[in-house]
Every structure is written in structure tokens, then in C-alpha cells.
């Protein structure tokens, strides 16, 4: 049956409507292209060729093709930054993850005032970097800290926290916790995202609270703490302000977290080459973690859509 003109005119209608949305689209998108274009890829390319050069600023790059990286193996001092960093995400990213689970789950309760006190565990994120830095100075100063006049008020010894090498990176690790705002809320969104139905079957077979999380709550929000392990293990392994305000990579190195011994090769010594291949290292570093975490994340990550783990 030959198409009838009303329905060929409906079609190119439509088909014209689609190529206007398209070009639209194209256009909304072109900013975004542009600035990832610009900003993140272009500085990415930029950076790779200079870690294949000696490049001192001021200077003119020369090329010495892998001698940057070759000269990684042998600096003592990128293995000290590159193990005060793993030693300080293996501490920051499990902690940070079982307070903010842990006062998630206390904010997910129905109780009187439960704004207030989300708004109140929330605010120490609002505070910008920088104050947030000189804020835990003084509370780590051993003189007049607020720590240690805590500890002496309770007859207990006082210490030197960030000032001593064997506390340092620990104290930075508490340190961590008192932004954990942003994990808590993803958290929270995904605990109110979990079945009723389901704390319903656990209670009806005679569950108890830790039955109901054990076989409930934490399998249902695997993928959640899975996506805030990912982010905390990228966000740990660029930590840098705590080290530029407050230590400087000391006492003796022990706080010279990688990205402040990158900030030190390019703008204290001048030499770009050698930060750009620190840079370019640190990005393998990053990819090789996460690639391991989405590998072994189908053997206790379980998705309800997928029906399996």
C-alpha cells in the first residue's frame, strides 16, 4: 500500500526537527569540547612532551627523551614521597569510610532534628582548604594546641603530632575525617535508596539489627562504598595542602606526599622536565589502582539490576 502524502510530510518533519536538535546539540556541546580541548587535553599532551625533556624554567627545552623517567628509578626521594603516600591513602581511605558509613547510618535514623544535625556534620566541608589547614595547626601545636591542653586537662601525655616523624602522617590520616561531609551524603543517598521491602523479609525471619545490616544494609550499599573508595584512593594520592601550609614535607620527609615533591621539582627547582614525568607517573600510578579496583570489584561489589556480583 503506496504511503499516503500526510504521513511523507509528517516524516520529513520529523526528520527535519531531529537534524535541528542535532546541530543544537552540537553547538550546546561545542563550550564543553572546547574547554576539555584547552584545558585538560592540550596541558596533557603539553606536559607528556616536556617530561621528555631537560627544561628548566626560563630556559629552552632540550630533548633527552626517557632520561626523566630513567632518573625516577634512581631518586630517593620519589620513592620517599611515593610511600608517604601509599602509608597515608591506606590509612585516610579506610577511616574516612567507616566514620562517614557510620554517622551516615546514625543520620539515616528517624529522629527529632534530623536536619540540624546532617547540616552540623556537614559544614566542616564548607570550610575552604587553606582555613580548614590553619585551623588543625593550632590544634596540633604542642605548646597551646587545643589537643594537647584536651590531653593534659585529662592527665595524659601530650605529643608533637605533625612535628615528630612517627606521628605525622598518622595525625594527618585523623585530620582526614573531619571533611568526610561529601562521602557521608552519597552515602546517605545510597542507605535511603535500599528496599524496605527487604529489612521487612530479614525481621519476619526473626533478624535482628545486625542481621539486617550484615545481610542487608552492606550488601545493598557495595556499590556505593565502592565509588567512594575509588574517589578517596584518587583524591588521597594528590593530597598537597596539608604538606605546603603545615609540614613542607617535614619532619625529615616523613610528610613529602608525592604532589607537593612534584610542586618542589617545578616551581621550587625549576625543573618542569622532571615534574612533568613525575606527573606523567603519578597518572600511570592512578590508572593502574583503579584499573585493579574495577577488576576485583566484581568479587564483592553486587548490583541488584545485574542480579549477581
Known amino acids: 500500500m503506496p504511503a499516503q502524502p500526510g504521513r511523507r510530510l509528517s516524516g520529513r518533519r520529523l526528520s527535519g526537527q531531529r537534524r535541528m536538535e542535532r546541530r543544537w546539540g552540537v553547538l550546546m556541546a561545542v563550550p564543553a569540547i572546547l574547554?576539555?580541548?584547552?584545558?585538560?587535553?592540550?596541558?596533557?599532551?603539553?606536559?607528556?612532551?616536556?617530561?621528555?625533556?631537560?627544561?628548566?624554567?626560563?630556559?629552552?627545552?632540550s630533548f633527552v627523551g626517557t632520561d626523566n623517567y630513567v632518573a625516577l628509578a634512581a631518586d630517593e626521594l620519589f620513592w620517599t614521597s611515593l610511600?608517604?603516600?601509599?602509608?597515608?591513602?591506606?590509612g585516610a581511605v579506610p577511616l574516612g569510610l567507616i566514620v562517614a558509613f557510620a554517622v551516615a547510618l546514625l543520620l539515616n535514623q528517624r529522629v527529632r532534628g534530623l536536619s540540624l544535625w546532617r547540616t552540623v556534620f556537614y559544614l566542616p566541608t564548607l570550610v575552604p582548604a587553606i582555613a580548614n589547614v590553619v585551623l588543625w595547626i593550632w590544634i596540633f601545636n604542642p605548646d597551646f594546641g587545643l589537643l594537647n591542653s584536651l590531653l593534659r586537662e585529662a592527665g595524659?601525655?601530650?605529643?608533637?603530632?605533625?612535628?615528630?616523624?612517627?606521628?605525622?602522617?598518622?595525625?594527618?590520616?585523623?585530620?582526614?575525617?573531619?571533611?568526610?561531609?561529601?562521602?557521608?551524603?552519597?552515602?546517605?543517598?545510597?542507605?535511603?535508596?535500599?528496599?524496605?521491602?527487604?529489612?521487612?523479609?530479614?525481621?519476619?525471619?526473626?533478624?535482628?539489627?545486625?542481621?539486617?545490616?550484615?545481610?542487608?544494609?552492606?550488601?545493598?550499599m557495595t556499590p556505593t562504598i565502592f565509588y567512594n573508595l575509588v574517589v578517596g584512593v584518587v583524591g588521597t594520592f594528590q593530597v598537597f595542602n596539608q604538606a605546603y601550609v603545615m609540614t613542607e614535607g617535614g619532619p625529615d620527609h616523613s610528610t613529602l606526599f608525592y604532589v607537593y615533591y612534584l610542586f618542589r621539582k617545578a616551581f621550587i627547582e625549576s625543573e618542569m622536565g622532571y615534574a612533568s614525568a613525575l606527573a606523567w607517573v603519578l597518572f600511570m600510578i592512578i590508572m593502574v589502582l583503579t584499573f585493579l579496583m574495577f577488576h576485583n570489584a566484581r568479587r564483592w561489589v553486587y548490583y541488584e539490576m545485574a542480579g549477581a556480583r
Open 35 to 61: 574547554g576539555f580541548a584547552i584545558f585538560t587535553a592540550g596541558p596533557m599532551v603539553a606536559s607528556f612532551a616536556f617530561s621528555l625533556t631537560d627544561w628548566q624554567i626560563g630556559g629552552t627545552p
Open 83 to 90: 610511600t608517604v603516600t601509599t602509608y597515608y591513602t591506606l
Open 156 to 220: 595524659l601525655p601530650a605529643g608533637q603530632w605533625i612535628y615528630d616523624e612517627g606521628t605525622a602522617i598518622p595525625s594527618l590520616v585523623v585530620m582526614s575525617t573531619w571533611g568526610f561531609g561529601n562521602t557521608m551524603v552519597i552515602f546517605l543517598a545510597g542507605l535511603q535508596g535500599v528496599p524496605r521491602h527487604l529489612y521487612e523479609a530479614v525481621s519476619i525471619d526473626g533478624g535482628g539489627p545486625l542481621r539486617r545490616f550484615w545481610h542487608v544494609t552492606l550488601p545493598m
